[in-house]
């Protein structure tokens, strides 16, 4: 095992966040109230997010927005993250491809998580707020959120999807040991868990119920925020450290990708490794390519239609215009959670349809044969989410062993796998299977939804 790593000095972390809808040339259409059915205003954001985060949602001119400087600080605890240049596996996999990896694992919370959970909870609590809500799949945006909560000192209530809750208990005691309060949705505490588990007692729970629990607690709580991990403009955008930083790495090692990847949940991580690259195809005519890599049991970007639809199941949130499965769509229980949303989020959603960006989805069993190959090359065991991305680099590498020609491909290890182990004994025990959805599935789920115009 051998690696070559580039690293960067705590001076190197960025000071400013890059936001790509400054350089857009066709803007993301506007989020619209749910029941006015006007273009929602910052205000109408004010009494869910923090006031700042509801102001960066919307900001669609300032290209680059200041990182406070007791988030900076925060930062410093694991940033600036390993650039790595992965030999051993482009040995593996016999190929003229250069292949990079940003190493978000090494968080104090194991993902990419942190970035945006830090930002908010400082935000919330510069504005006077003493309790967040939020909700977390497989349990890594709650652990970021109760870390970053924790040491802010804000009172976290977090509704983690049910079958996670069940399948990660580990996540659960993590987000406990930072002195959060976790909640298994649906759950009888709120009006939409009540009325989801009467009307299917042995739904599993999904992010979009549990978005609509924590929506409804902290509208019902005085002086408490939502805080939301994925798919908000804001996020993306706190998140581009990630590439802000991979961006002068690359430049350390004397080359630049032809080929961005990063797996795609609500489209956070992609959006944080990708936009600063993309800013070189809006700004300077650069032509590098970008693929978000997402569960074929869950492929918004490559099989959704572009509409207006709910970012939660109850439909409680903005619309929000994006490439969706249809907010009452319910994924297989995959053991990628946090892949397990049913929309892409509005900026992503437009570069998507306009062509800048492209998607591939990737069954299960391929996503775990790509992570053992990495774990046995490269030492890290990584998250199921981060293997959709090491999947769609090998599908790109050996792309490139048949043209016989060098590509320099940079993918994001949003995550390491370690708590994930309970899925990759089943991968072992042959116990996974593939799951792909139907058109007839998504044709029923969609159906109905807002057209945009
Ligand atoms: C949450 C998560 C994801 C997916 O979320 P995005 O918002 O799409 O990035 C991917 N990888 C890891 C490790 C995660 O925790």
Known sequence: MQTKKFLLSEQDIPRAWYNVVADMAVKPHPMIHPVTHEPIKAEDLYPLFSKA????????????????????????????????????????????????FKNESVSPVGSHKLNSAIAQAYYCKQEGVTNITTETGAGQWGAALSMAAKHFGLELAVYMVKVSYEQKPYRRSIMQTYGAEVISSPSMSTKAGRKIITDHPNYSGSLGTAISEAVELAMSTPNCKYVLGSVLNHVALHQTVIGLEAEKQMEMAGEMPDVVVACFGGGSNFSGLAFPFLRHNLKNGANIQFIAAEPASCPKLTRGEFQYDFGDEAGYTPLIPMYTLGHKFTPANIHA???????????????????????????????????????????????????????????????????GRKKVILFNLSGHGLIDMTAYDRYFSNDLTNYRVTDEDIARTTAGLEQIL
């Not at 892409?344 to 996503?367: F, K, M, N, Y």
């Not at 053992?372 to 769609?392: D, K, Q, V, W």
């Open 53 to 100: 985060a509801s102001d960066q949602e919307l900001n669609t001119t300032d290209a680059f927005i200041e990182i406070p400087e007791p988030v900076r600080e925060l930062y410093r605890i694991w940033r600036p993250t390993p650039l790595v240049r992965a030999e051993a596996l482009e040995r593996a996999l016999d190929t003229p491809a250069h292949i990079y």
């Open 337 to 403: 959670g946090g892949l397990r949303y049913h929309g892409g989020g509005a900026i992503v959603s437009q570069l998507r349809h306009d062509g800048l960006i492209d998607a591939v989805d990737i069954p299960q069993l391929e996503t775990f044969e790509a992570a053992t190959l990495f774990a046995r090359t490269e030492g890290i065991i990584p998250a199921p989410e981060s293997s959709h991305a090491i999947a769609a680099t090998i599908r790109e590498a050996l792309k490139a062993r048949e043209e």
